[in-house]
């Protein structure tokens, strides 16, 4: 009698074991780490249950191929937003390129002009210090001169350097002591020339044509 209920007891203990087993199985089969639905296919449908096909439980991922697709996901994410912050970078770089480009190429302009100008200043300087030369060296020979050929050099010269010759004339008599020759040659141009040019000379215009 004892040994029957023993034998009752251990084959108890079986189905407990061999149930707890399929339901290991079918857990780790859940899990992804074993496959056994495929055993268990002809136990699902005596149960009225369709078993779990190969393409469904691939789709159902184990917990670490799900943290393994988040930081792969988390990955992608960074380098999407350091591109754009490179792209973003460069794009500011480019700009200040140009905006540099742009000041290089006002400066270089401006120092092209202010080169014309300084030749320009340099030319007219020339032309005024060669004037005063010139004007110097003519005040010198007429002072020299006759005074009828002096009056013939007057004659032949514009109104302007007339009245330029005259004036340093006057200079250098002031500086030497000395009586100018001027209003003596004016005395023997022709009268109306004589007038024009003396005229001229009390209104001091600055160019005379």
Not at 72 to 83: G, H, M, N, P, V
Not at 142 to 151: D, H, K, T
Not at 187 to 205: C, D, F, G, H, N
Request: charged residues 30%.
């Amino acid at each position: 009698m004892a040994f029957g209920k023993n034998l009752g007891k251990s084959f108890a203990l079986l189905i407990i074991v061999f149930i707890l087993l399929i339901g290991g199985l079918l857990w780790f089969d859940y899990l992804g780490v074993v496959h056994v639905k495929s055993v268990f296919a002809p136990l699902y449908r005596a149960l009225g249950k369709e078993p779990q096909t190969s393409s469904t439980a691939t789709q159902s991922k184990p917990l670490y191929a799900n943290l393994d697709e988040d930081r792969i996901k988390k990955q992608r994410e960074a380098l999407d937003i350091y591109k754009e912050e490179l792209d973003k970078r460069e794009t500011d770089i480019q700009t200040i390129e140009n905006q540099n480009a742009q000041i290089a190429a006002e400066l270089a302009e401006r120092e092209k002009n202010q080169e014309e100008r300084e030749k320009t200043f340099n030319s007219i300087q020339k032309q005024y210090d060669d004037r005063r030369r010139n004007v110097e060296q003519i005040a010198k020979n007429l002072n020299g001169m006759r005074p009828e050929a002096a009056v013939g050099i007057l004659n032949s010269l514009d109104d302007q350097t007339v009245i330029d010759v005259l004036r340093r004339v006057e200079e250098m008599a002031a500086e030497s002591g000395t009586s100018s020759m001027g209003s003596y040659w004016l005395s023997l141009m022709e009268s109306k020339r004589a007038a024009e040019i003396q005229r001229k000379m009390l209104s001091k215009p600055e160019n005379l044509e």
